[in-house]
């Protein structure tokens, strides 16, 4: 495969605070994503924290997809990193985002795997 | 738990093609970088993809490790994302990046959970 790949990295705010803590609707959430951006899923391990929180992972052959929510703060720090040219990770970031209802999104796509690059600003919503 | 977060992307160039083909090999890796960075391991979920390459994850209490192997272009795509000011990313990203023999790393550190922030260039070592 192709070393070249697209890396979104989110970051959600004001997010719905209920959602933010439940942790299998958050991996639902995250296997939809990978799913409806075209993605096969390999692996799924989640966490939750305790009084609150969620990180977790979907490995997909494509790369990945990551989350850690902090309820406390209405915020998800997400990232979608997929290889080759096939996937656009924007697709499942901006379902994650409409998923848990977050209303300031600041994203910025670094490209990966293809020797040194400057990344752009972040892209607030 | 603070927001902020700090997430070093390394793209590590010129390994060891063995050793990036090796799925137990780079488990223990990357559970040894999580450890000796000071964090504490919660899930360890890896793929191994044939005819080859390796893709994996270490959930750390404090964010997550992830590696994408192509063992036939000598490539490893690595994140070590930790959230507040304990644990050194670098330290981990330095440790992986030693293991896999890596010849050429461009690294770049990306400040998460504070807002809107420019990114800097990739440092090229």
Redesign the interface.
């Known amino acids: 495969?192709d070393?070249m790949?697209r890396?979104v990295?989110a970051?959600l705010?004001d997010c719905n605070i209920s959602k933010l803590n439940d942790m299998n609707l958050i991996e639902q959430i995250f296997v939809d994503a990978a799913l409806k951006s075209g993605a096969e899923v390999?692996?799924?391990?989640?966490?939750k924290?305790a009084p609150h929180?969620v990180?977790?992972?979907v490995?997909i052959?494509e790369?990945?997809l990551?989350i850690?929510s902090?309820p406390e703060?209405g915020?998800a720090?997400i990232?979608v990193?997929t290889?080759g040219d096939r996937i656009d990770p924007n697709v499942a970031a901006q379902h994650i985002a409409d998923a848990l209802e977050s209303k300031t999104k600041?994203t910025?796509e670094?490209p990966?795997?293809m020797?040194?690059?400057?990344?752009?600003?972040?892209n607030?919503l």
């Open positions: 495969m070393t790949g890396h990295i970051e705010w390999r692996e799924v391990a989640f966490h924290f929180g990180s977790g992972v490995i052959s790369s990945h990551t850690h902090f703060h915020y720090s990232d990193y290889c600041e910025v670094v990966r795997g020797g040194p690059v400057e990344v752009k600003k972040y607030v």
